[in-house]
């Protein structure tokens, strides 16, 4: 993790815990909405929502304004980490909008890691999207390659070779797509 996010996440992470608690009315309460909250920390931008029960449902780093990276952590209700990554923006000669960038980890409500998706932006013919799904144990399942069909906006393809491992690691099998031309 580069050094300019250490502090900021570990404010982040800190202030996680903290619970928002409200006194008790006879009358009906409408229905609780999500409260969002910002923080700027020697020129970067802390976002944070919150669930209706205090808890952090989203936080997101953004570094000053001469980074277009935004460091992007989401909660499940119970505390638990969702998922984590950036995102960011691609300058081409065809795009240039906020998209998925680098790895993005996704757990399930235990905090276990479930899958890894990794974006590789570049131009059409060499952007690809790259997912690992992982058994319970940790080891990998399979490893995917699609075309960046959410970059382009396309439609998905399979493409490059897809492996299938057993739950000690081994490779079972392999599985070769080739991409339209």
């Known amino acids: ?5 250490r502090l900021p996440v570990l404010m982040l992470f800190l202030s996680v815990g903290i619970q928002c608690r409200s006194a008790g009315s006879d009358q009906a309460a ?5 409260q969002q909250q910002q ?8 976002s944070k929502t919150l669930f209706p029960n205090g808890r952090t449902e989203q936080l997101i780093l953004k570094k ?7 460091l992007i952590y989401t909660f499940y209700e119970n505390g638990k980490i969702k998922e984590k990554g950036h995102q960011g923006y691609y300058s081409g000669k065809e795009v240039a909008t906020g998209i998925y960038a680098g790895t993005w980890y996704r ?21 690809y999207i790259e997912k690992t ?8 399942e399979v490893i995917e390659r699609f075309n960046n069909y959410e970059l382009y906006e396309s439609d ?7 492996k299938y ?8 099998k392999t599985v070769h797509h080739k991409s339209r031309p």
Not at 134 to 139: E, Q
């Open 1 to 5: 993790m580069k050094s300019w996010y």
């Open 30 to 34: 409408p229905p609780p909405t999500a």
């Open 39 to 46: 923080e700027q920390h020697n020129g970067d931008t802390i």
């Open 64 to 70: 000053d304004s001469s980074d277009f990276r935004q």
């Open 107 to 127: 757990y399930d409500t235990t905090g276990k890691l479930m899958e890894t998706t990794v974006y590789h932006n570049d131009e059409p013919a060499k952007a």
């Open 133 to 140: 799904r992982y058994y319970a144990n940790g080891r990998p």
């Open 156 to 162: 998905i393809d399979s493409i490059g070779d897809w």
């Open 165 to 172: 491992f057993d739950e000690q690691g081994q490779l079972i």
